[in-house]
Every structure is written in structure tokens, then in C-alpha cells.
Nanobody, 126 residues
Framework: QAQLVESGGGLVQPGGSLKLSCAAN??????IGWFHQAPGKKNEGIAC??????????SDSVKGRFTISRDTTNSNNTVYLQMNNLRPEDSGVYYC???????????????????WGQGIQVTVSS
């Protein structure tokens, strides 16, 4: 069974950058989203990208700081989340998730996503 696997988390200082990866082989006709769960807070959708990578959507909390991208070359299907200018409130567990099949657009609604990775920890602290 195909799985979503996140990587690239860790500890970074405020103002720093981190790039998360989501290995999404087997999810070629899925929109992929990134979700953030801070300690004691609800799981929040922060970015999503369409199947063909021609449409992206961001939450207000990360717009202008984070960039989602998708590489489908060479039989890969990896979705990245480039996170810049990180803040302590960006700390938490990051999940990638699949919504599919969805052949156009993406919708940042948690209920649409039915396949989830195991999550990865990001800590922003000095």
C-alpha cells in the first residue's frame, strides 16, 4: 500500500529556514497538502498543491514565508515545503496528506484528505 513519508524536520533558530519533503510515490493523481499541529492546537492546513503542480494554496499564517512545490520527474513524486523566516509559533508536527483522486486544483480542507503521513517534528527555538 502506498504511503506518504515526511522527512527534513529538526531544530532551527528563529529566522532560519528548513525544507520538508514528502515522498508521495503512488499518489500521482492526488492533491497533496501540508498540515501543521502546534502543541495544544488544532491541526491546521497550511499549503496544498494540485496534481500537476499548476495550482497552490496557502494559509494566511504562512503566505509569503513558505513555498510548496512538487517534483514529478524521473518517476519521482515528491512534494516539498520550503519554510523561510521561521518563527517559534511554527514549531510542531508537520504532516503531509493526500486528497484524491483530484485532477484539478487543491482545497485546504482537512476533511478532504484521507491519506496521511506519520508526521515530522519541527522546532523553532534559539
Amino acid at each position: 500500500q502506498a504511503q506518504l513519508v515526511e522527512s527534513g524536520g529538526g531544530l532551527v533558530q528563529p529566522g532560519g529556514s528548513l525544507k520538508l519533503s514528502c515522498a508521495a510515490n503512488g499518489f500521482y493523481n492526488y492533491a497533496i497538502g501540508w498540515f501543521h499541529q502546534a502543541p495544544g492546537k488544532k491541526n491546521e492546513g497550511i499549503a496544498c498543491i494540485s496534481m500537476n503542480a499548476d495550482y497552490t494554496r496557502y494559509s494566511d499564517s504562512v503566505k509569503g514565508r513558505f513555498t510548496i512545490s512538487r517534483d514529478t520527474t524521473n518517476s519521482n513524486n515528491t512534494v516539498y515545503l520550503q519554510m523561510n523566516n521561521l518563527r517559534p509559533e511554527d514549531s510542531g508536527v508537520y504532516y503531509c496528506a493526500g486528497d484524491g483522486p483530484r485532477f484539478r486544483l487543491c482545497v485546504l480542507n482537512r476533511r478532504n484528505f484521507d491519506t496521511w503521513g506519520q508526521g515530522i517534528q519541527v522546532t523553532v527555538s534559539s
